[in-house]
């Protein structure tokens, strides 16, 4: 059973940047291609970007060119740096396993935009 455990999120101006983590238990990390989704209040769960096993790297649209996803395979970590964050990035970030089915989910860090 994997757990994941979120952090980082927080309150932050329009423009300004934050840094989520994402540590994961379980033996396969380094095999797997991870992924960051996000979930605005009352709307559906969207993918963010996902990191292959290799480094591939994919970005939602949206945040392409503000968003960077990274990982740590020897601390068993994933990242989400946000730049220029605006108010539509308001949502709670999840990360997941992408190669696990069900999908493993965490409880999620909240990050809000707001001036």
């Known amino acids: 059973q994997v757990q994941l455990v979120e952090s980082g999120g927080g309150l932050v101006q329009p423009g300004g940047s934050l840094r989520l983590s994402c540590a994961a238990s379980g033996s396969d990390f380094s095999r797997s291609t991870w992924a960051w989704y996000r979930q605005p209040l009352g709307r559906q769960r969207d993918l963010v970007a996902t990191i292959t096993s290799d480094g591939r790297i994919n970005y939602a649209a949206s945040v392409q060119g503000r968003f960077t996803i990274s990982r740590d395979n020897a601390k068993n970590t994933v990242y989400l740096q946000m730049n220029s964050l605006k108010p539509e990035d308001t949502a709670v970030y999840y990360c997941?396993?992408?190669?696990?089915?069900?999908?493993?989910w965490g409880q999620g860090t909240q990050v809000t935009v707001s001036s």
């Open positions: 997941t396993n992408l190669n696990r089915l069900p999908r493993p």
